[in-house]
Structures are given as C-alpha cells and as structure tokens.
C-alpha cells in the first residue's frame, strides 16, 4: 500500500514569453529554474519522492549542449544532458520534460532545486519557458 504524505508544485513561468529570454550561464555557473519544499514526517523511513521539472528552452547562437540538474538540500540527486541548436530562420523552442525518484528520503523538510547550465563555449541558448517543477512524496509500508 502507498500513501501520499506530501505534494508541492513551482511554476516560475506559466508560457512561452520570447520578448524576456533568460540566458542560460556557462559552466561552472548555473541558473536556478525553481525549487519546491517536501516534508518527510517521521516513520515514513521507506519512501520515494518523484520528480517531474519541464522547463522551455531556446538555441540563440550555435548548438548549446545544456546540463539539467535537480539537487536536494544542496546536493546534486540527477541531471541530464540536452543539444539546443539555433536556427536564425525559425523560432525553433525546445520543451525538455526530465523526471527523477529520489529514494528513502530521511525525515524533516527538504528543499529540491533544478538548475541550468551552458556546458558548450562560444554559443548561447536560453529560458523562454514554460518551466515548471513538481515533486510527490510517498511512503511505501
């Protein structure tokens, strides 16, 4: 049997909004997309904490690879890797939907983050949205 001891949701930004793009810093720097706060009451020791960020991103100069990741309490738990390429001719947007478990999680409230980050020098791509950032606790008996 499950049961669902919290939920929470973030959407920093609801659409598409092409007139205020937000630049994706290179690598070692990162851009905080959304965080969420999950609750873990004790006795819930077997659990797992689902995760589902969508964020919309757009290439501007060259083909940008982008690291996504999600960390909690400050530590990184996921990430994933994605080619953004730039088309002067269209206004080509990317949706990257990406979801993680986060296991056994201890007791107490903890603070999940997802990020991004430009690993490609010498291009550029940025936020346009939607972003969105959702997590589902749930405790296993």
């Known amino acids: 049997m499950v049961q669902i001891i919290d939920y929470r949701a973030a959407q ?24 969420i706060r999950i609750r873990i009451p004790s006795g819930a020791t077997r659990n797992r904490v689902e995760l589902i960020a969508t964020v919309g ?16 309490d400050g530590r990184q738990i996921f990430n994933t890797q994605v080619g953004v390429e730039s088309d002067p001719t269209s206004e080509v947007n990317y949706v990257e939907t990406f979801q993680a478990i986060d296991f056994n999680v201890g007791q107490g409230t903890h603070v999940y983050q997802v990020t991004a980050q430009n690993l490609t020098s010498g291009t550029e791509a940025a936020v346009v949205g939607p972003v969105s950032f959702s997590g589902l606790a749930i405790a296993l008996s």
Do not use: E, K, Y
């Open 57 to 72: 991103v757009h290439g501007v100069t060259g083909t940008s690879q982008i690291l996504f990741r999600i960390f909690r």
């Open 12 to 35: 920093p930004i609801s659409r598409v909004n092409l007139n205020r793009p937000i630049t994706i810093p290179r690598s070692p720097l990162r851009l905080s997309l959304a965080n």
